[in-house]
């Protein structure tokens, strides 16, 4: 807490009661930017030098314990799932209810206009020219009680986010933002309302800026933010969603009736004014659709193939020309290199459907994947000799990993020894060399060095260990290698006593 000491001692010591004030301070001391010794700092490169990769953590314990160990200078480093995770675990040893949420397709808008504007190319490349952004996910804190300061109406939970984003009030926090207050778009009330409504609500505008610099708006997406808001189920690993606290059902009257009001709240506009200062902006649709959709599975080491489905409503005759491209991208959108670009020229007849194949071998994204092995394909389809508008489509393709297989007995028991059986794999065409297994059980990590793999080899260790006590623990695994980093997995044990 030491910026807010700092500026009033006698003030923060007689506010440390208070839970919307606390979690404030606490929202700010998680992240390290302010200078001001906070547990993490923040990085979203690729490229992570002697410090930890933030998909390195498997706990917030060894986080805090080396914060307080180097003399509280801030842990290198964190991304958004950390932040929440160590928030999650302070906020719960002060006895305020935390609960981890992941908001999909979540927006960052930094001029608070309530939109999300991308720019592209001719060719359907994503430009990197504004500083609003959709990530993949972004995951955040919600804490529960009661705000005095706005009215019962606003209790209950309150979303925290401890990733340094944007300042607020000049140090990287946010919240206590009530949740009721964000589906209703009362965007005017404390604290950081207004940004927490854009991550979930926000219009999604698509911007063409062609050669000689003009720019066209190609398409307004009103229902791309906020997909699949979603917490962990008490007592279990299942998904819970909680889309419907944010905000109402998209494409509903409801959900446009509460943003016009948002964003006449954040002009400052009155209650009697919002119908007239509110333009009711028509982005004309386009005659045809298109959709990406895979054939298989894609897999780490392994080509993608997937289909770009374009069909014709109409009973027009339409000639398209397509531009497609495709990057690796880190999990906030942004472009680390480009791997592919084509062009195709299709005839959609009336009422026609047609697909185009594509494919990306894995020889043309090795090299430039990182850790978050995401792949973002983007075609830009214009009708030929038409005013009609543009369409972009876009998709984000997250490869998957092999498993890593736990094997436990049937029954463990206190103070009795344990085998486990950790099956593990080299997904690549290739070998890999360097590769290292880490085991974590009862706060407690183990490096073993194992042998170079050969080419989509699978290979095994066995784990012995004496569980002390009873009840639930969990065995985490990660292995890594020359090539790739971090592949995850855990098993949950129940610890029997000893009859």
């Known amino acids: 807490m030491s910026l807010y000491y700092n500026q009033n001692p006698g003030t923060d010591v007689s506010r440390r009661g208070d839970p919307k004030y606390v979690g404030r301070v606490i929202s700010s001391m998680i992240n390290g930017n302010d200078n001001d010794n906070g547990v993490l700092e923040g990085s979203w490169n690729d490229h992570f030098a002697e410090h930890e990769n933030p998909s390195r953590w498997n706990g917030s314990v060894v986080i805090l314990r080396k914060w307080c160990q180097e003399n509280y200078k801030p842990v290198q480093y964190g991304q958004c799932w950390v932040f929440a995770g160590v928030m999650c675990t302070v906020l719960r040893c002060l006895g ?94 404390d604290y950081d309302t207004l940004f927490v409504f854009t991550e979930v ?60 009001k948002a964003i006449a709240k954040a002009r400052g506009a009155t209650l009697t004014e919002r119908l007239s200062e509110v333009p009711n902006e028509t982005i004309r649709k386009p005659e045809i659709s298109g959709v990406f959709k895979l054939v298989e599975t894609p897999v780490f080491g392994k080509d993608i193939h997937l289909n770009l489905i374009l069909t014709n409503p109409s009973t027009e005759n339409k000639p398209v020309k397509v531009n497609i491209s495709a990057s690796t991208i880190l999990y906030t959108r942004r472009a680390v290199a480009e791997i592919l670009q084509e062009a195709v020229s299709v005839d959609l007849g009336s009422k026609e459907e047609k697909r185009i194949p594509l494919k990306i071998s894995y020889a043309q994204y090795e090299k430039s994947l990182t850790d978050d092995r995401k792949i973002l394909a983007t075609a830009l389809c214009e009708v030929m000799h038409s005013q009609e508008v543009k369409i972009l489509v876009e998709k984000t393709i997250t490869l998957e990993t092999p498993n890593i297989f736990i094997k436990i007995p049937a029954q463990v028991v206190v103070n009795k020894p344990v085998t486990a059986e950790i099956s593990y794999a080299n997904p690549l065409p290739e070998p890999v060399k360097d590769c290292v297994v880490f085991v974590k059980l009862m706060n407690q990590e183990v490096k073993i060095d194992v042998a170079d793999m050969a080419p989509r080899e699978r290979s095994q260790i066995y784990f012995d260990f004496t569980p002390h006590r009873s009840g639930e623990i969990q065995l985490q695994v990660d292995f890594s290698c020359d090539k790739f980093s971090f592949v995850k997995g855990f098993e949950t044990i129940n610890v029997a006593l000893d009859q």
């Open 201 to 260: 609500n926000a219009d999604c505008n698509q911007w063409i800026i062609y050669k000689d610099g003009t720019r066209k708006k190609a398409y307004c997406d009103t229902e791309r933010i906020g997909k699949a808001i979603s917490t962990k189920a008490v007592g279990s690993n299942s998904r819970v969603d909680v889309t419907n606290n944010y905000k109402y059902p998209e494409g509903s009257p409801e959900e446009r009736d509460v943003y016009k």
């Open 96 to 189: 305020i209810p935390t609960r981890l949420i992941t908001n999909f397709n979540s927006a960052h808008d930094a001029d608070g206009n309530l939109s999300i504007d991308k720019y592209y190319d001719s060719a359907g490349r994503s430009l990197n020219i504004s500083r609003d952004s959709s990530w993949d996910y972004h995951v955040w804190n919600e804490v529960w009680f009661i705000r005095r300061d706005l009215g019962t109406s606003y209790s209950g939970w309150q979303v925290l986010d401890s990733t340094p984003q944007e300042q607020s009030k000049g140090i990287f926090q946010c919240g206590p933002a009530s949740v009721r207050a964000i589906k209703e778009g009362d965007v005017d009330l």
